[in-house]
T-cell receptor, first 112, second 113 residues
Framework: QKEVEQDPGPLSVPEGAIVSLNCTYSNSAFQYFMWYRQYSRKGPELLMYTYSSGNKEDGRFTAQVDKSSKYISLFIRDSQPSDSATYLCAMISNNAGNMLTFGGGTRLMVKP | NAGVTQTPKFRVLKTGQSMTLLCAQDMNHEYMYWYRQDPGMGLRLIHYSVGEGTTAKGEVPDGYNVSRLKKQNFLLGLESAAPSQTSVYFC????????????FGPGTRLTVL
């Protein structure tokens, strides 16, 4: 079993929809939680990161962490075609090399 | 600033051939990483370095070697390529300290025939 599980999709939604992307994890040592966005044939870019349980909002994006359930989510409001990408969750425990553990990624397509 | 750059962008190898992938960063970052990305597998860590002259194994190190002779460069070597090493390889770097953002390069697409 992978440490971090993520539905691969693809997820296809109409423009303007609310999108929910999710990851579950098994390692309770994970302390920081991140969402990376990866456009086709590009490297991943950090979108959001959170530490504590609860919500963190940044524009149209909201990251949610529930440590008790080992579950994290990313919500995208008013989705746009430019949001079409693969979204990777990533997690880090207190390790010396700041190593990240990634989920498999969810491919999102927002249709105009 | 160029950020993180990778050379080459594409490469096709025959089984048994060797090659070196070069990663360079101009952000004075201490930590550097090599990942491979395969469909549905996310990014898996191959090797990493926490400073010049240091390297360590990640999740999938077999068949790869690395060197960090200069702070700004991190080299990934394949001594005898195998078809299972067909993948997209990403380099990343970050500054020292907990939980800092990793900056990724554009990737190298490698096919081993």
């Amino acid at each position: 079993q992978k440490e971090v599980e993520q539905d691969p999709g693809p997820l296809s939604v109409p423009e303007g929809a609310i999108v929910s992307l999710n990851c579950t994890y098994s390692n309770s040592a994970f302390q920081y939680f991140m969402w990376y966005r990866q456009y086709s044939r590009k490297g991943p870019e950090l979108l959001m990161y959170t530490y504590s349980s609860g919500n963190k909002e940044d524009g149209r994006f909201t990251a949610q962490v529930d440590k008790s359930s080992k579950y994290i989510s990313l919500f995208i409001r008013d989705s746009q075609p430019s949001d079409s990408a693969t979204y990777l969750c990533a997690m880090i425990s207190n390790n010396a090399g700041n190593m990240l553990t990634f989920g498999g990624g969810t491919r999102l397509m927002v249709k105009p | 600033n160029a950020g993180v750059t990778q050379t080459p962008k594409f490469r096709v190898l025959k089984t048994g051939q060797s090659m070196t992938l070069l990663c360079a960063q101009d952000m004075n970052h201490e930590y550097m990483y090599w990942y491979r990305q395969d469909p549905g597998m996310g990014l898996r860590l191959i090797h990493y370095s926490v400073g010049e002259g240091t390297t360590a194994k990640g999740e999938v190190p077999d068949g790869y070697n690395v060197s960090r002779l200069k702070k700004q460069n991190f080299l990934l070597g394949l001594e005898s390529a195998a078809p299972s090493q067909t993948s997209v390889y990403f380099c990343a770097s970050t500054s020292r300290g907990p939980y800092n953002e990793q900056f990724f390069g554009p990737g190298t697409r490698l096919t081993v025939l």
